[in-house]
């Protein structure tokens, strides 16, 4: 993506609705799909192609929501914890440990992202907190408590789109430095096609 289309800092309704501290060199998207009717197997295959293990999702989840996930954390022996706790909706960072944990609990991310809730996870560690931040775009000038990311050292940052219809990275590993590297991560099935922004 130009580096014109988003900072470091919160933009309501744009590129990225939280914020990112740290250096980030690659940041592109993966569009033209719809995530609830995606290949089931793409994005598990790929965490595990990009040795991504454990995941820390860091996702804000409505109140109606929080009861089913849960149980299903429990179900699955998945541990999380709360950055946020309040009536409306929590933010919840949850280690996801394998594949297995993975595929029980992404669909429920899916959910989420697609009804445009905050979805995002890093690779490896937790990288997540909520701070204080000035907003941007449609909260232009409003201070406001933002998800905060630190890009790390060997860390990528994946957060589901707007209506889940991309996945934005923002990485510093050499596996998403170019196009011709990019594809190679993806599983054999997937035939992608470049589409440059303007």
Known sequence: MPKRYYDSNPDAGGFFPFAFEGTAPYVFSIDGFYLPKCDENFLPSWMVNIKAFPLYFC??????????????????????????????????????????????????????????????????????????????????????EAVVAKVEADTSIFWIGYDGTSIAVISNLPHFSTYEEIIKTFPEFIVPELCEYE
């Open 59 to 144: 996702t804000e989840i409505p109140s109606y929501w929080i009861e089913e996930f849960d149980h299903t954390c429990k179900e699955f022996t998945i541990s999380y914890r709360y950055l946020t706790n309040k009536y409306e909706r929590s933010v919840i960072v949850t280690k996801i440990q394998n594949e297995k944990q993975f595929r029980e609990l992404f669909p429920f991310y899916i959910t989420l992202g697609s009804g445009n809730d905050l979805v995002l996870w890093s690779t490896n560690k937790d990288v997540f907190s909520v701070e204080q931040r000035e907003w941007k775009g449609n909260w232009k000038g409003k201070v406001a």
